[in-house]
């Protein structure tokens, strides 16, 4: 039976007189019930339960006693603010501690108001001891009170705030830990005498803690004003609520915020009319690692790009991890004091060094980043997010480890990805991915030694994608192991009619990607294409790129190594455009290095880089091949700098395999 749920008093009726208090419906009632003369500072009446709660005989002798002495200004004012409240027909449930005969009980009360016989407004009680209340659901504090002048100087409290705050709290601001609040209250307060009421942290004899705290102005005799402070510790169930706010708005890895966190603290700036800009940035070289390393190295190395987001790029960011290796920096333009080039440029740079984690050798990442500026870019914190992801993406198309600034028209871009992602997985189904075949050649004897392939996806609303889309979108939806696979057995079909197209035991060269090498059934599916075309290890070359061997580059038992030691041939693919390139290459199992394109076309302007990248090459062990050779001028550079394996239109363009011919 609920607690209250017997007495039934009109709280608008009449006066009622001791007889009719004194009926048995009411006397004879488990709870107990009370009232108290608020002005009088006695009790006027109480039931057969209430005597025992308070600890008396007699109804005579409990009507006697004078609580005046021990009742407190700030419990008196609280008491008074009470029949303010019955006046308007409300209730009050209050925690409220009683002494009598000097021992303490904890109290649940509802208190309403009631007429004596005399006209006067009193306060009926109905309550439960602690001590009755079993369910966690009812336990609370009692209620704490106190009294503050105009200027915050303490002037009275109940014993209850005594045993919580002792007697080094001389003003409001002592207590209450936000004295900006304090301050603001105080001057508002005596203006506009409005009442607060809010879960505060407040400094108490225990530490800081949570206290649901009503603060009403009061006028006092004099006419000035003074305030009434009336608290309950809320602070287990408080911080119940806050863990899980922070769970519902944080990142439960990094602890940055999710994307519900940063949008509720984006709202703050929206709200304030202040511009910020939107960094969106997503890991170059992450899959990879996390792949090859597992999960656990994975969460590190993401916990450490967290850190350098929030510590290294610029003061009072908001930063979020949208999901898996993507995350958002958020900055008021009002606190910058670069320009959102320079912060971009930092966030690449910072992500872009060494990391060195416990256990774990040097491991290198890079990012991509787009950014936009609110409210120009999107007025909502999806349209700007979709704006700075699709000036990410142009970063990431136009060879990654840039930033990229919000166009309009991005987005355009942005949704081609979309369309690719729902494209690609019926491609193969459709017949609509074809090889194509470019020769590598040795100048100094004429012959092609090897024939790239190249993946061409020509789809009937996308038209030609290049293979880097390609690859991008199958390695975005999980689909690169599939695709390259169907590649893998493709070339292995192909082989034969290529070298007797070219009537020469050419090798074929295959690009495979990172995520594909570190899948546990890339070897075995590999050996079984190999093993039933008729062909051997030795007749295929697999191209990995620099940030596809880096996470294995430390140990002897990785893929790439593995590879090697089954017969493969191993070419390091776009070298000089990856990470670290120079200080671990000896490290690689690698027989081939193809120096990218972009050194070739400044060989006229600078032919040493390549002669040094030659040099380097050569010492280890291994051959060069230039990438990218348009022209004869290209071509006789290359020559002279012993680059003699050319791969580019000067020697023949990609085709398929019924156009691949001899070289005449």
């Not at 309009?408 to 090889?435: C, F, N, Q, V, Y």
Request: glycine share 6%; charged share 25%.
């Amino acid at each position: 039976m609920p607690p209250f749920s017997s007495l039934d008093i009109d709280d608008n009726a009449g006066p009622l007189s001791i007889d009719q208090l004194c009926q048995p419906t009411l006397n004879d009632l488990v709870t107990p019930v009370w009232i108290y003369d608020t002005l009088n500072f006695r009790i006027y009446w109480a039931n057969k339960s209430g005597l025992v709660l308070w600890g008396s005989d007699a109804l005579e002798e409990l009507r006697a006693r004078d609580f005046k002495p021990e009742t407190s200004e700030a419990v008196n004012q609280t008491l008074l603010a009470f029949l303010e409240e019955f006046k308007q027909g409300h209730k009050v449930s209050r925690w409220w501690r009683l002494s009598p005969h000097g021992i303490i009980k904890d109290v649940f009360c509802q208190f309403s108001g009631i007429r004596l016989e005399d006209g006067r407004l009193a306060m009926l009680c109905e309550g439960l001891e602690a001590r009755v209340l079993h369910s966690e659901a009812f336990m609370s504090s009692a209620i704490i009170a106190s009294m503050y002048d105009r200027a915050g100087t303490i002037i009275s409290a109940n014993p209850t705030f005594e045993e919580y705050f002792g007697d080094h709290i001389f003003n409001l601001g002592d207590m209450i830990c936000d004295r900006t609040l304090v301050e603001k209250l105080l001057q508002r307060g005596a203006v506009e005498r409005e009442s607060l009421e809010k879960d505060l942290l407040v400094n108490t004899l225990r530490g800081e803690r949570w206290h649901s705290v009503h603060i009403q102005p009061i006028n006092q005799a004099d006419g000035d004003i003074a305030y009434l402070v009336t608290q309950q510790d809320i602070n287990n169930r408080k911080q119940r609520e806050l863990e899980h706010q922070a769970q519902a708005a944080t990142d439960p890895l990094t602890g940055l915020l999710n994307r519900n966190g940063i949008e509720q603290a984006l709202l703050g700036y929206a709200e304030s009319h202040l511009q910020y800009l939107l960094f969106y940035i997503d890991l170059d070289g992450f899959k990879p690692i996390n792949d090859t390393y597992g999960h656990g190295v994975g969460d590190l190395l993401l916990c450490a790009v967290a850190e350098r987001l929030q510590s290294e790029i610029c003061e009072h960011p908001l930063v979020c991890r949208v999901g898996g290796d993507e995350f958002i920096l958020a900055v008021s333009q009002a606190t910058l004091d670069h320009s959102a080039d320079d912060i971009a440029q930092k966030i690449v740079r910072q992500l872009s060094r060494v990391y060195s984690l416990p256990g774990q050798p040097p491991l290198s990442i890079s990012a991509s980043v787009g950014f936009a500026l609110y409210p120009d870019h999107g007025q909502t914190l999806n349209a700007l997010v979709s704006s700075a992801d699709a000036a990410m993406y142009v970063a990431k198309q136009r060879g990654r480890r840039r930033w990229i600034r919000y166009r309009p028209g991005m987005e355009d871009t942005h949704k081609r990805k979309t369309l690719l992602a729902h494209e690609l997985p019926k491609a193969s189904a459709e017949d609509e991915l074809i090889l194509h075949y470019q020769p590598i050649v040795c100048t100094r004897t004429g012959t092609v030694l090897m024939v790239e392939a190249l993946l061409r996806w020509h789809n009937k609303l996308l038209g030609a994608v290049s293979a880097g889309e390609t690859i991008e979108a199958a390695e975005d939806i999980g689909l690169i192991a599939e695709i390259e696979s169907w590649l893998l057995n493709r070339v292995c079909a192909d082989l034969h009619t290529i070298r007797r197209q070219l009537q020469s035991p050419v090798r074929a060269a295959v690009n495979i990607s990172g995520l594909h090498l570190v899948d546990e059934h890339f070897l075995p599916n590999l050996d079984r294409a190999v093993a039933q075309a008729g062909l051997t290890p030795a007749d295929l070359v697999i191209e990995l790129t620099e940030s596809a061997l880096l996470p294995v580059r430390e140990t002897h038992d990785s893929p790439a190594h593995r590879l090697a030691q089954r017969g493969y041939g191993i070419a390091i693919d776009d070298f000089g455009t990856g990470y670290s390139s120079l200080a671990y290459l000896h490290r690689l199992p690698a027989d081939y290095v193809k120096i990218d394109k972009a050194f070739i076309e400044r060989l006229h302007e600078d032919s040493s880089t390549v002669a040094c990248i030659q040099n380097l090459i050569a010492t280890l062990g291994m051959e060069s091949i230039a990438e990218g050779v348009e022209t004869e001028t290209q071509s006789s550079l290359l020559e002279r700098e012993l680059v003699t394996l050319q791969q580019g239109h000067w020697h023949g363009a990609p085709v398929p395999l019924p156009a691949l011919k001899k070289r005449e």
